[in-house]
């Protein structure tokens, strides 16, 4: 069974860095996206930042030029690096991934446990 699992998060001061990965557990045949979101408390969840197959990233206008996004694919686990941190970052963050387990001929979406990131002096 796939599974996607966080870690990285934790409280920083504003100005400060953290960074985020997320790892597949589990046998993947093929991972077409994976993503960051974040859900602060009373807002919706939203898409921070993505990476395509082909390398492709694309990135919320909030975090550009502050976050970065990279991808080990023969470990298929991503990084997000959080610079600049702002304290409304202040989200717990969810891993997310369009993929095909080796057990299936489907894509489908996983999720991740999410990991709370607190921005605060």
């Known amino acids: 069974q796939v599974q996607l699992m966080e870690s990285g998060g934790g409280l920083v001061q504003p100005g400060g860095s953290l960074s985020l990965s997320c790892a597949t557990s589990?046998?993947?045949?093929?991972?077409?996206?994976m993503a960051w979101y974040r859900q602060a408390p009373g807002k919706q969840r939203e898409l921070v930042a993505s990476?395509?197959?082909?390398?492709?990233?694309n990135y919320a206008d909030s975090v550009k030029g502050r976050f970065t996004l990279s991808r080990d694919n023969a470990k298929n686990t991503m990084y997000l690096q959080m610079n600049s941190l702002k304290p409304e970052d202040t989200a717990v963050y969810y891993c997310?991934?369009?993929?095909?387990?080796?057990?299936?001929?489907?894509?489908?979406?996983?999720w991740g446990q999410g990991t709370q990131v607190t921005v605060s002096s």
């Open positions: 997310n991934a369009v993929l095909r387990p080796e057990s299936s001929s489907y894509w489908s979406a996983y």
């Open positions: 589990g046998r993947v045949f093929s991972i077409r996206v």
């Open positions: 990476l395509d197959s082909g390398g492709n990233a």
